[in-house]
């Protein structure tokens, strides 16, 4: 079982990206969801998406960032727009999954991908 992040990148303030994290070998997952962490800094909640698409975000990406999923793929994405500095962190993927064989749900985290934003 693995979720593995891509898309990150350096772009300057006012520029987008798109984020993904790919779950791999999990029966099911009841949510999943990005976490942040600059540097020197606690990791912080972005943004969740539920099994039925009911989506969370942090006050300070609302408007800006967009949650969705993919199911078919097993992926989920995270659009980030109008960056700016603030949003320089590695972004991790978070999952509240179902291990082959386990009963209960696993929280598993990804390696994470790096966003800089040059202003």
């Known amino acids: 079982v693995q979720l593995v992040e891509s898309g990150g990148g350096s772009v300057q303030a006012g520029g987008s990206l798109r984020l993904s994290c790919k779950a791999s070998?999990?029966?099911?997952?009841?949510?999943m969801s990005w976490y942040r962490q600059a540097l020197g800094k606690m990791r912080e909640f972005v943004s969740r998406i539920g099994d039925n698409g009911l989506t969370t975000y942090a006050d300070s990406v609302k408007g800006r960032f967009t949650i969705s999923q993919d199911n078919t793929k097993n992926t989920i994405y995270l659009e980030l727009t109008r960056l700016n500095a603030d949003d320089t962190a590695m972004y991790y993927c978070q999952g509240n999954c179902r291990r082959p064989g386990w009963d209960g749900l696993t929280i598993d985290w990804g390696q994470g991908t790096q966003v800089t934003v040059s202003s």
């Open positions: 070998g999990y029966t099911y997952c009841q949510d």
